[in-house]
């Protein structure tokens, strides 16, 4: 993408606070144009088409071990990430979500839970993401930590409706993160501030999983709940290091998350 179309881009997308609400990404307060890929006749090619594809290899999990958004999809991603269609993805996850857990008998026992992420699960990134391409500019942990520690992280709303309603219906909370221990309080308080005011289970990435892939790591921390005796009735996350590897549950939901991939 030109350098000259992303400038553009971030200021339509912080121009109004009229997409979603003050609530929604504060930090980015308006949804900017719907995404509007363009088909050639007889097969011809069209510039910015191939994004679709791009994306949907992505979130099925053809497309792996990536490590930055294709330049020439960086506007493409941004107009998806702050438009009206990844909202309506997570929403559609989210409510069969619900349908799968309101569909069964919860534990009087209290023994029914529910795994959930957190960045691009429960909270998001995306303010910091639109000041830094949307996953088109390579990672950077020590600007990304200075984010995390700013404790701005909004929630993701549909998400945040689905974890209200697993809790008014008895099932037990726990948050499985890659982020780790030093960022405990802040997370807590992040979670918090936006509300998530109640979990059984915060588990953030200690030092003994140094080295260790996510799905090894978020496998050892789900068969840690299941023998503490929680039945792990879903499992929901941006990534799919969240849901595969064992101990995954009755069910997975994966949510969108075209900026970045953890393997």
């Known amino acids: 993408m030109s350098r000259i179309i992303m400038p553009v881009l971030l200021f339509v997308a912080t121009l109004v606070a009229s997409a979603y609400g003050s609530s929604y990404y504060p930090l980015i307060t308006n949804e900017i144009h719907l995404i509007r890929p363009k088909s050639g006749s007889g097969g011809t090619p069209v510039n910015g088409l191939s994004c679709l594809s791009w994306r949907f290899g992505v979130e099925t999990n053809n497309i792996i071990n990536w490590k930055t958004v294709p330049l020439s999809c960086e506007d493409y991603i941004g107009h998806y990430m702050l438009g009206s269609q990844y909202r309506k993805d997570s929403k559609t996850i989210n409510k069969e979500a619900f349908f799968h857990a309101s569909s069964l ?72 993160t890659g982020r780790t221990e030093d960022q405990r309080d802040v997370t807590e308080a992040n979670l918090k501030a936006v509300g998530y005011n109640t979990w059984d289970r915060l588990v953030l990435k200690g030092s003994d999983y140094v080295g260790k892939t996510a799905v090894e790591y978020k496998s050892a921390q789900r068969k840690k709940v299941e023998e503490d005796g929680y039945r792990i009735i879903g499992n929901s996350g941006d990534q799919w290091s969240d849901l595969l590897g064992t101990n995954i549950g009755l069910r997975t939901f994966k949510l969108p998350d075209p900026m970045y991939y953890i393997g």
């Open 105 to 176: 008998n919860i534990s009087k026992n209290g023994n029914d839970a529910w795994v959930f992420d957190i960045d691009e699960t429960t909270l998001s990134n995306l303010p910091y993401y639109a000041e830094n391409g949307f996953g088109a500019v390579p990672y950077n942990a020590t600007k990304f930590n200075e984010w995390v520690f700013t404790g701005n992280a909004p929630a993701l709303p549909e998400s945040l409706k689905l974890y209200n309603k697993l809790v008014n219906l008895g099932v037990k909370i726990v948050f499985i």
